[in-house]
């Protein structure tokens, strides 16, 4: 594997170009190719959060990660934005073509990427990685202590004051010992990967991960999609006389643009109470919780409820999703972190396919309660598999191999 500058890359280069090129589209079978390659691209985005997490330190990982999902707040609001003002007066090639010029910044900042050392010491790489921490040390104006790296786990205790994630250890001079355990390599295959998840210790956090991925992306996108279908479906279904299409748009925009501001909170809520009460508890509260609000929308409400409900739901499935996917990397080990949260965010994006064709479905054929019932028992089994998760993994360490892992 290539490690998350190699993520990084992949991710930068292709979310740019193809969604660049979409703008262009001649016909609409070329567009939903196009389209597909920049969820493609997308998709490799947990890459990204794995990379980061490697360098935090475990007391504020949690805090930190959350600032990392703000970003992904940002660009939804712009998005937002841009649609809300875009849409009405030019036209949707102009949306795609200016949305995909954040993603050309990535580009620029490949280059000053440094590469994680925890990847480089677990592939023997020492040298490179050295390199990188004695960089992280001088920019933080702090100095290494002397010793010989090695990707052993389980020589000393972590050293906090560099600011580098407890990936590596520095042991006195004289002790050259280097771990050569095969479960340390992040050079195994992809089956070889795949299997590895669901080993035995890793068998039960993998599958409620997956279950919980697929009912947060399940939730999330539906909330999201729901905020533009139950006012206009709710009109139709009881034969209330339709608006123009300009200004049904400009109102979707408008709640799309609203609701998007529900994540905020959501983040905030998700970096107060996730170093204090912990990973599990966080995800299970705001499951359960976005399930209480959106409960009253079994039966049709008024406009002004229905977008405050959905603006406290999609608060606290924002929350949830957040503190999933710093948990996520800090159960795997690094030999297997990128892939087992990659197929667990694989897991999630099924649930964001299905999610429109299921759910929303029903809403148009005018079946609010069916689908309304159908998040709820979606975000129940969600939360049920974050009850169920086997361990806690706030203020631990990360791991190198399966066996260290909790």
Not at 266 to 279: E, H, K, Q
Not at 381 to 395: N, S, V
Request: charged letters at 15%; aromatic letters at 10%; proline letters at 4%.
């Amino acid at each position: 594997m290539g490690g998350g500058r190699t993520g990084f890359l992949f991710t930068a280069l292709v979310t740019s170009l193809a969604g660049f090129l979409s703008a262009f589209s001649p016909n609409y079978l070329c567009l939903i190719v196009l389209r597909f390659l920049v969820g493609v691209g997308l998709g490799g985005g947990h890459v990204l959060a794995s990379w980061f997490l490697e360098f935090v330190p475990a007391p504020s990982r949690g805090a930190w990660m959350v600032v990392f999902s703000f970003f992904w707040t940002v660009g939804t609001i712009l998005e937002a934005s841009l649609a809300w003002v875009i849409m009405p007066i030019l036209s949707w090639r102009c949306l795609l073509g200016i949305s995909s010029l954040p993603s050309f910044l990535l580009l620029l900042f490949f280059s000053v990427t440094p590469e994680s050392p925890r990847y480089l010491c677990t592939n023997g790489r020492l040298h490179e990685a050295m390199f990188v921490l004695e960089k992280m040390a001088s920019m933080n104006n702090k100095v290494l202590p002397s010793g010989v790296l090695t990707p052993s786990c389980t020589t000393s205790q972590v050293n906090y004051s560099l600011h580098t994630s407890e990936a590596m250890h520095l042991i006195a001079l004289g002790k050259h010992e280097i771990s050569n355990d095969e479960e340390t390599s992040s050079n195994i295959g992809g089956i070889s990967s795949l299997k590895r998840l669901l080993s035995p210790k890793l068998r039960r956090p993998t599958l409620l991960l997956w279950i919980v991925f697929f009912g947060n992306a399940f939730a999330y996108y539906g909330i999201v999609l729901l905020t533009s279908e139950l006012s206009d479906v709710n009109r139709r279904c009881a034969l209330i006389e339709v608006h123009s299409s300009q200004q049904q748009d400009a109102n979707l925009y408008k709640d799309v643009f609203i609701t998007s501001f529900a994540e905020i909170p959501g983040l905030v809520l998700s970096a107060a109470i996730v170093d204090r009460v912990g990973r599990k508890v966080s995800m299970w509260a705001m499951l359960f919780t976005s399930c209480a609000f959106l409960a009253p929308l079994i039966f049709q409400q008024k406009e002004a409820m229905t977008t405050s409900l959905l603006f406290g739901a999609r608060t606290c499935i924002m929350g949830s999703f957040t503190v999933l996917y710093i948990y996520a990397p800090e159960v795997y080990p690094t030999s297997v972190r990128s892939t087992g949260v990659g197929v667990a965010s694989s897991m999630g994006r099924i649930g964001g396919v299905v999610c429109p064709i299921v759910a929303v479905g029903l809403v148009e054929n005018c079946r609010q309660m069916e689908a309304i019932l159908l998040f709820e028992v979606v975000m129940l089994l969600a939360g049920l598999g974050a009850f169920l998760f086997p361990f806690e993994t706030k203020c631990c360490e990360l791991s190198d191999s399966l066996n260290s892992c909790n």
